[in-house]
């Protein structure tokens, strides 16, 4: 069957269509689980407010909202990636990091925050920066979802990492490895628009 009787097939019975507006809107009909939790300043939001019995790790860090956004693994992987190659402190070699502009995923959330305005990058051992839109859009900052080409583990860097390429800032690049990377919390997995 060529390409034109497979798409004729599927419109005459109905099951073309579907895929092909889940595949463009990147839908899916059971979302995994959510890595990425954008509160504050933000559109309407996909989920309701911060549950004290079930979001345990969110109250423990003392998070509140009234509304969120969340983002599962594939809603992240399935936005516009960049790629950057920073030598990482860990083990002083460069790496192949990939995912969306972490203003873009912001910005998905229905956020619109003006270049003073700071966004709180919370981990999930508890480490949050605040770091300025100003900055993050300077750096270029990105959700790396990926590094070495592959899903960043848990127990590792990730599942999600705010990170820039240090090495492209003359005065980042100048600092010691250990200092350059204060912004960049791994295990991302909330962020506050203020």
């Not at 979302?31 to 989920?47: H, S």
């Not at 995923?105 to 305005?117: I, L, M, S, T, Y």
Request: aromatic fraction near 8%; charged fraction near 20%.
């Amino acid at each position: 069957m060529n390409k034109r009787e497979f798409i004729r097939a599927g419109l005459a019975a109905g099951t073309l269509l579907p895929a092909v507006a889940n595949a463009k809107t990147g839908s899916t009909t059971r979302p995994g689980p959510a890595l990425l939790t954008i509160t504050g300043a933000i559109g309407a939001g996909n989920r309701g407010p911060l549950d004290p019995a079930l979001d345990q790790m969110m109250k423990k860090q003392g998070v509140k909202f009234d509304k969120a956004h969340t983002f599962d693994f594939a809603a992240l992987a399935a936005m516009p990636a960049v790629a950057i190659r920073p030598t990482l402190e860990y083990d002083s070699k460069p790496h192949a990091l990939r995912g969306p502009l972490l203003l873009d995923v912001v910005k998905a959330a229905g956020a619109r925050p003006q270049d003073n305005a700071k966004l709180l990058l919370r981990a999930v051992d508890g480490y949050a920066v605040a770091v300025t839109v100003a900055d993050l859009k300077k750096h270029r900052f990105i959700v790396a979802t990926h590094l070495d080409e592959r899903p960043i583990p848990l127990g590792g860097l990730g599942p999600l990492w705010a990170v820039y390429d240090a090495d492209r800032f003359p005065d980042m690049a100048a600092r010691p490895l250990n200092e350059r990377f204060g912004w960049c919390p791994w295990g991302l997995y909330h962020i506050e628009v203020q």
